[in-house]
C-alpha cells in the first residue's frame, strides 16, 4: 500500500477517513490535535486514541519525520540542527533568538542547490533533490520544538536556509499554506518570509497567487557585472526582469518586498555600489536589508569595513530609504546566513 503522509491529509480527508472505517468525526480532530499541536513523530504518541486505531492509522498512512542527528549552538544562542530525512539525507537548519524570547526559524527548501552563487556555502554542495511539503513542515515543527526547549516563543519562520524556494514552488507553497492553515500551524502569514535569489517567474507567480507572507530577494549589487560574478543567476536572469518582476509584485499585492544586499570588501561596497542600488529601487518602494558577510571555507570574499559599511548605509538614508543593518549571527558553528552546507554531519 502506498501511504499518504497523515500531514498531506486535508481536514475533510481524514474526517472521511474515519467515517468510512466506523468511527466518528471527532476522531480526526483528536488526531490533527496530536499532529499539529504537539507535534508527536509517532501514532503510538497519540494516547488518548485507542490502540485500535493507532494501529489503523499506521497501517494507512505515515508519519514521514527527519531526525536531528547533529546540534551545534553558538555562543550567541543561535543553535544549527542538522536533520537527516528518511532516506538518508541531511539539512541544516537554523534557530536564532530575536529578542524578547522569541525565536527565528530558517529552514530548507532543498538538499542543496543548483545555483552556486559563490559566497554561500550551499551551492559549493551541489543539489540533490527538492522537499517535499511535509520534510518542510516538519522542520517546522522541529524548531519548534527546539525553541520551546530553550525557553524561546516561537516566532517568525524564514525560508532562507539549503535550496532556492521558487525552483520548489508547489512544495514550498503547500508547506506555507499548512503552516499558516488554521487546521494546522495556525501561523500568521505575516510571520513567514520566503527569500529568493530572484526567479522573475516565481516572484510573478507569487503575485498571482495572492502571496500574504513577506518576499525578500537576494540582490548583493544593482549592476549586472557584479551581480553575474556573485550570482550566475544573473546571466538568466539579469536584474531589469528581476526589477520587472519586483514592479508587478508590487502592484499586484501592494506589499513592499525586502532586498538583501550582503556588503563585501571591494566587490560591492563602495558609494557607487550605493548609488546604484538607489536608482534600482526608485521603481517601487522596498526595504533594504544589508548583511554582514560570514567567512565561508574556500572563499574569495571578505567582510566590508565598517567605515565603508558605515558610509554606504548614510548614502542610502539620505535618499530617504529604509534600512536594517543584519548583524551576523551563529558564525562561530557555521550557522550564519550563507554557511548551511551540511557541516554539521559526522
Not at 551551492?123 to 522542520?139: P, S, Y
Amino acid at each position: 500500500m502506498n501511504k499518504e503522509d497523515i500531514r498531506m491529509t486535508s481536514p475533510t480527508g481524514l474526517t472521511a477517513f474515519f467515517e468510512a472505517h466506523g468511527e466518528k468525526a471527532f476522531r480526526a480532530r483528536q488526531t490533527r490535535g496530536w499532529v499539529w499541536g504537539k507535534g508527536v513523530r509517532q501514532f503510538e504518541e497519540m494516547r488518548d486514541l485507542p490502540p485500535r486505531l493507532r494501529e489503523l492509522l499506521a497501517e494507512h498512512f505515515t508519519l514521514r519525520t527527519g531526525e536531528v542527528t547533529a546540534t551545534l549552538e553558538s555562543r550567541d544562542g543561535t543553535v544549527k540542527l542538522g536533520v537527516t530525512l528518511t532516506d538518508g539525507e541531511m539539512v541544516e537548519m537554523a534557530l536564532i533568538p530575536a529578542g524578547g524570547g522569541r525565536g527565528t526559524a530558517c529552514v530548507s527548501t532543498q538538499v542543496g542547490c543548483k545555483l552556486r552563487c559563490g559566497f554561500c556555502a550551499t551551492g559549493g554542495m551541489g543539489f540533490t533533490r527538492d522537499l517535499n511539503a511535509g520534510e518542510i513542515v516538519d522542520q517546522v515543527l522541529l524548531a519548534r520544538e527546539g525553541m520551546e526547549a530553550r525557553g524561546m516563543t516561537p516566532g517568525n519562520i524564514v525560508l532562507m536556509g539549503m535550496g532556492e524556494p521558487l525552483l520548489n514552488y508547489d512544495n514550498v507553497m503547500e508547506a506555507v499554506r499548512l503552516v499558516t492553515s488554521p487546521d494546522a500551524l495556525g501561523i500568521s502569514p505575516y510571520r513567514v518570509t520566503l527569500s529568493t535569489a530572484g526567479i522573475p517567474a516565481g516572484i510573478r507567480r507569487l503575485a498571482d497567487d495572492g502571496a500574504r507572507f513577506h518576499l525578500a530577494v537576494s540582490l548583493h549589487s544593482a549592476t549586472d557585472a557584479v551581480r553575474t560574478r556573485l550570482m550566475p543567476v544573473n546571466r538568466k536572469f539579469p536584474l531589469a526582469s528581476v526589477g520587472d518582476a519586483l514592479a508587478y509584485f508590487v502592484e499586484k499585492t501592494g506589499t513592499r518586498p525586502t532586498l538583501e544586499y550582503l556588503l563585501l570588501r571591494d566587490v560591492n561596497d563602495g558609494e557607487e555600489d550605493a548609488r546604484a542600488l538607489a536608482l534600482f529601487c526608485r521603481r517601487f518602494p522596498v526595504k533594504i536589508n544589508l548583511i554582514e558577510y560570514n567567512p565561508v571555507a574556500g572563499s574569495a570574499y571578505d567582510r566590508a569595513t565598517g567605515e565603508c559599511r558605515d558610509r554606504f548605509i548614510d548614502f542610502l538614508e539620505r535618499r530617504n530609504m529604509v534600512v536594517n543593518l543584519r548583524r551576523s549571527r551563529g558564525g562561530d558553528i557555521d550557522a550564519a546566513c550563507g554557511q548551511l552546507a551540511n557541516g554539521s554531519r559526522g
